[in-house]
């Protein structure tokens, strides 16, 4: 049982997931761009932190879902830990989400359903670039392009290589700007990804 007020007003929600959603829209009116643009932390098996930008691209009843190269360097460090956390940033809206989870992989029919709703170009070029590895020139990559584009005609399957990760939280932070910095956060934390039963919490800013 928390020891804190109830979050209110633009914190209110019996499901946390709702309200991501909930901010999200509105955050979908107000961007210039990317409103689901994401913060994607990671860590290496020896503890050193990473981090890069990527699309949220479901937002589920119990996880998030984005997609993603599966050789690529942030697929390595999630296949080895398990782990990952991201941060949604919104400058119009001055608020944050904050995500810290345990991570699998979605390479089922939504995966397949995903990446079928991509353009031609995107899909192809899924096939073509071995992510976060070494690139000869962009000559090179033009002319996998190219190759793939010949191999694979006009409705390339998805690739093996290429998926979903579905991050299944422990721990969901609202933040909004207050003034002089006194800004208002709540944090949901459950014992386990398969916990139904939340905690919630007013945190000091
Ligand atoms: C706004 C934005 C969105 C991006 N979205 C994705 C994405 O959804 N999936 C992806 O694989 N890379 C995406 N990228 C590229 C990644 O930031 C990153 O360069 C790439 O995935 C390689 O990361 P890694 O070497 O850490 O695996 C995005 C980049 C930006 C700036
Ligand atoms: C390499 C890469 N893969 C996947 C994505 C996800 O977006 P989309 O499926 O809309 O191309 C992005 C978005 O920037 C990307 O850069």
Redesign the pocket.
Known sequence: MSQTEAPSGKFAATDPFALVRDWLAEATASEIN?PN?IALA?VSPEGLP?V????L?DIEDDAFV????YE????GEILATGKAAFVMHWKSLRRQVRVRGLVEKEDGPAADAYYASRSLASRLGAWASK??RPLKSRGALMAEVAKVTALKGPNPPRPPHWGGFRIRPVEIEFWADGAHRLHDRFRWTRADPSATEWEVARLNP
């Open positions: 990317d643009a990671t990473n890069r930008m990527v699309l691209k984005f997609y993603t190269n690529s360097a942030k697929a992510q976060s």
